[in-house]
């Protein structure tokens, strides 16, 4: 079993910066499609952005492309998302997700609180 950990959430005001890391111990990153959801209070959970396995190529949703992005750093088991210039829409609870290539566990995190607001 995979336990993966966000961290970095919090308040931040409109137009600043927030690091989404996340990790799970003992689990290959870059065997890995990793994603990036959030849910907003009585919205639908969607993507907001997937690298997928070994790092290969990165898609965005449009509300946040040009302002975030994931990436993976796999030497030290870590995928990350960086938000820029963020705005109050983007307030939600942001989940990791890993689909690992060639078998059919799917993992989620526990999520972490992202609340922009001045």
């Known amino acids: 079993q995979v336990h993966l950990v966000e961290s970095g959430g919090g308040l931040v005001q409109p137009g600043g910066s927030l690091r989404l890391p996340c990790a799970a111990p003992?689990?290959?990153?870059?065997?890995?499609?990793m994603s990036w959801y959030r849910q907003a209070p009585g919205k639908e959970r969607e993507l907001v952005a997937t690298?997928?396995?070994?790092?290969?190529?990165?898609n965005y949703a449009d509300s946040v492309t040009g302002r975030f992005t994931i990436s993976g750093d796999y030497a030290k088991n870590t995928v990350s998302l960086q938000m820029n210039s963020l705005k109050p829409e983007d307030t939600a609870v942001y989940y990791c997700y890993a689909a690992p290539i060639g078998n059919i566990a799917r993992y989620w995190g526990q999520g972490t609180q992202v609340t922009v607001s001045s």
């Open positions: 690298v997928s396995s070994f790092g290969r190529t990165s």
């Open positions: 003992g689990f290959t990153f870059r065997s890995a499609a």
